[in-house]
């Protein structure tokens, strides 16, 4: 068993949190899950849009919530990657229909993880999100070699 890295990232603005996210950006490839956790208002939604629009080197990129649709796909130059937000997800019998099996073999970006359940993969990188002062923290574990070297 490899140990799961840890790395602590202060965000002291949006604009650290759409840096941060671009990074991840470029080391990630299809079969990976990035599971953005944090209370509300966190920051998982500007971390997931700025991950995508850097993914699709369009920083002009519509980015809508997930919340009602649950899931949205988009192809980038990362690969494709389905951008789940859970909050309202009816436990994890209800991912069959929203496609998960399948969607894992491409990226998958997923709000409010803690409701994959059992599904929740082994080998994802995890980005807690949490406030601090007018900012926020970020702790990123998992992706063992590749944490140490984001791009
Ligand atoms: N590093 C940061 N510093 C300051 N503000 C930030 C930072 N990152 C994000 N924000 C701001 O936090 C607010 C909430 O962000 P966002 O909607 O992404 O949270 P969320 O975790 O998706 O919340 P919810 O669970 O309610 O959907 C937004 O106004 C966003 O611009
Ligand atoms: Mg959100």
Redesign the pocket.
């Known amino acids: 068993m490899l140990a799961r890295p840890t790395a602590t990232y202060v965000?002291?603005?949006?604009?650290?949190?759409e840096a941060l996210a671009a990074r991840v950006a470029r080391a990630m490839r299809p079969g990976d899950a990035i599971l953005?956790e944090?209370?509300?208002?966190?920051?998982?939604?500007?971390?997931?849009?700025a991950l995508l629009r850097a993914a699709a080197a369009d920083p002009a990129l519509e980015v809508p919530?997930p919340?009602f649709t649950l899931v949205q796909t988009y192809d980038t130059a990362r690969g494709v990657v389905h951008h789940y937000?859970l909050?309202r997800l009816d436990g994890p019998a209800a991912l069959d229909e929203l496609g998960w099996d399948d969607a894992t073999a491409d990226i998958v970006l997923v709000?409010?993880p803690d409701r994959l359940g059992h599904l929740s993969p082994a080998d994802s990188l995890r980005i807690a999100?949490e406030p601090e002062g007018?900012?926020?923290r970020?702790t990123l574990s998992g992706w063992p070699g590749r944490l140490e070297a984001l791009p």
């Open positions: 965000l002291p603005d949006l604009a650290a949190t953005l944090g209370p509300l208002g966190a920051g998982k939604s500007a971390f997931a849009r919530s919340t937000d909050w709000e409010w999100l007018e900012g926020r970020a």
